[in-house]
C-alpha cells in the first residue's frame, strides 16, 4: 500500500508539480470558461433574434430564420471554427479566444433559437389575446407578458446548452488555443516522454 501510494504521489510530482505544469492546467481551464461564457451569451441573443424571425409572420423573416437553422445546424461546429477564425476573421487582429467564442456563439444561436421558440410557443394563446385586447401592441405583448412566462420553461435548456458548449470548445485548439483538453494533451505527452526517457536510462544502467 505505501509503495502505491508514493507511486501516485511521484507520478502526481511528475505530471502537474515538475515544471510548474499545474499553470498551464490553470491557463486552460480559464480558457475554456471564457470561450464558454461570452458564445453563451452570444447565442442567446443570437438565438432570440432567430426565434424571432422563426415566429414572424412575414416570410421574409421566417426564410432568414430557416436558412440560418439549417445551415448552421447542418454543418460541423469544426468547419464553422475554420472559416469564421482563417476566412472571415483572417484580418482581423483579435484575441483568438474571443473569435472563437464568436464561432460558437453563431453556433449555439442556432440551437438557442429552437429553444427559445419552443418556450415561446409553450405560452397559451390566451395570454397573447389577453395583452392584445388591453391595447398592446404584438411587440409589447411578447415583450412584457409571453417573453418573462417563458423564461421558466427556456432556462433548464439553456442550462444544458452551457454544458454542450463547454464539451464543444474541445475543438479550438484547431485555431492554436490551449484549453482544458489541449493542456491536458501536453502534459500527457511531456510526462510520456519523461517516462520513456527514464525507462531507457534504466535499461541502459541496467546493460551496463
Known amino acids: 500500500m505505501s509503495l502505491w501510494w508514493a507511486d501516485?504521489?511521484?507520478?502526481?510530482?511528475?505530471?502537474f508539480?515538475?515544471?510548474?505544469?499545474?499553470?498551464l492546467l490553470i491557463s486552460g481551464i480559464g480558457v475554456t470558461i471564457k470561450v464558454s461564457l461570452l458564445a453563451v451569451v452570444l447565442g442567446i441573443i443570437i438565438g432570440f433574434l432567430i426565434a424571432l424571425c422563426n415566429l414572424s409572420k412575414k416570410k421574409?423573416?421566417?426564410v432568414i430564420g430557416k436558412v440560418y437553422t439549417d445551415v448552421i445546424r447542418g454543418t460541423p461546429s469544426v468547419?464553422?471554427?475554420?472559416?469564421?477564425?482563417?476566412?472571415?476573421?483572417?484580418?482581423?487582429?483579435?484575441?483568438?479566444?474571443?473569435?472563437?467564442?464568436?464561432?460558437?456563439?453563431?453556433?449555439?444561436?442556432?440551437?438557442?433559437?429552437?429553444?427559445?421558440?419552443?418556450?415561446?410557443?409553450?405560452?397559451?394563446?390566451?395570454?397573447?389575446?389577453?395583452?392584445?385586447?388591453l391595447g398592446l401592441s404584438a411587440k409589447q405583448t411578447m415583450m412584457t407578458i409571453v417573453v418573462p412566462q417563458a423564461v421558466k420553461n427556456i432556462f433548464p435548456a439553456l442550462g444544458n446548452e452551457?454544458?454542450?458548449?463547454i464539451k464543444e470548445t474541445a475543438i479550438v485548439g484547431y485555431v492554436g488555443l490551449i484549453d482544458i483538453q489541449k493542456?491536458?494533451?501536453?502534459?500527457?505527452?511531456?510526462?510520456?516522454k519523461h517516462s520513456c526517457l527514464l525507462s531507457e536510462q534504466r535499461s541502459y544502467i541496467s546493460y551496463l
Not at 501516485?8 to 505530471?15: A, E, K, P, S, Y
Not at 508539480?17 to 499553470?23: G, M
Not at 452551457?162 to 458548449?165: A, P, Q
Open 17 to 23: 508539480i515538475s515544471e510548474e505544469r499545474y499553470k
Open 162 to 165: 452551457f454544458i454542450t458548449l
Open 79 to 133: 468547419t464553422q471554427l475554420m472559416i469564421i477564425y482563417f476566412v472571415v476573421f483572417a484580418t482581423i487582429n483579435w484575441s483568438k479566444w474571443i473569435i472563437a467564442a464568436i464561432a460558437f456563439g453563431i453556433n449555439s444561436g442556432a440551437y438557442v433559437s429552437e429553444i427559445i421558440r419552443a418556450g415561446i410557443l409553450s405560452i397559451d394563446k390566451g395570454q397573447t389575446e389577453a395583452g392584445r385586447s
Open 60 to 62: 421574409a423573416f421566417n
Open 8 to 15: 501516485v504521489v511521484d507520478t502526481f510530482q511528475r505530471c
Open 183 to 192: 493542456a491536458g494533451d501536453f502534459i500527457r505527452v511531456r510526462h510520456t
